[in-house]
């Protein structure tokens, strides 16, 4: 964790010290170069998230994992992979949603409270 804190930090201290206070949160955003130059570093933050998901995601697959294979079974067998397949999936759509859903979380509890309520009062 301490390497990944190191790089975020050098990123936003890198970044105040080229934009000053005038800096977006994102720091992207704030370079004024070519829209290629900006795209690509979006695309490049896309791929370190994924490889760092799997990482920290790994406890929880393995979790999982020993509670659904077949232990009498090659790891690498129908069953197995195909839970594993699907397992991680399921897991990535839910914690994806979740992440989505942060910064609208006061309209999503809204929104669910309100569903709630509608099926109460039948």
Request: proline share 5%; with cysteine.
């Amino acid at each position: 964790y301490g390497i990944i804190a190191i790089t975020y930090l050098a990123v936003a201290i890198t970044g105040y010290w080229a934009f000053g206070y005038a800096v977006n949160p994102f720091v992207v955003y704030s370079y004024p170069g070519p829209q290629w130059a900006v795209t690509l570093a979006l695309l490049l933050a896309v791929v370190q998230i994924l490889g760092c998901y799997q990482i920290y995601t790994r406890p929880t697959y393995e979790a999982i994992e020993i509670k659904l294979s077949r232990h009498n079974e090659s790891p690498v067998s129908f069953w197995n992979a195909s839970m594993r397949l699907i397992i991680t999936s399921i897991y990535m759509i839910i914690v994806t949603t979740i992440c989505c859903m942060i910064p609208f979380f006061i309209d999503v509890s809204v929104a669910v409270a309100s569903a709630d309520i509608e099926l109460l009062q039948r």
